[in-house]
């Protein structure tokens, strides 16, 4: 569960509400997830998004708050994950989670082994931050 206020740009608004439309006749928690947190988001132009949110395309380092584990992946729409685990879908537990957090934001959730809490260690690589807008 996140608590702090997130941003989306506009464009990844439209796509995800597109992806939303595609997969919105599942019965996916993470789908309706997603539709919250999107109906929560502040809306931002891409050359207004502050540089430390993650956004779709972003390459994100987590750790896991429990295990100490960390992970570093980009987060992609769900025809972008073939990159050998090295992406992670919006439509994922995780990926629906970080949409739209900043870094060092910490978020809790519940899966069907049990509740995973985790933190943005660090956003990599933000393609608003170095212009690309239109990803």
Known sequence: MKTGEIFIT???MARLR???EVYGGTDSPHIDRLK???DRARIVDPRDIPVDVVTMNSVVRIKDLETGEEKTF???FP????A????VSVLAPVGTALIGCREGDTMEWTLPTGTMK???TEII???ERIGNYDL
Not at 79 to 82: N, P, Q, V
Not at 84 to 87: T, V
Request: proline share 4%; glycine share 8%.
């Open 18 to 20: 597109a992806l939303i």
């Open 10 to 12: 506009h464009h990844d």
């Open 118 to 120: 985790i933190q943005i």
């Open 36 to 38: 919250v947190e999107l």
């Open 84 to 87: 050998a685990g090295k992406a």
């Open 79 to 82: 025809d972008k994950t073939g």
């Open 74 to 76: 980009a987060l992609v």
């Open 125 to 127: 690589y933000q393609p």
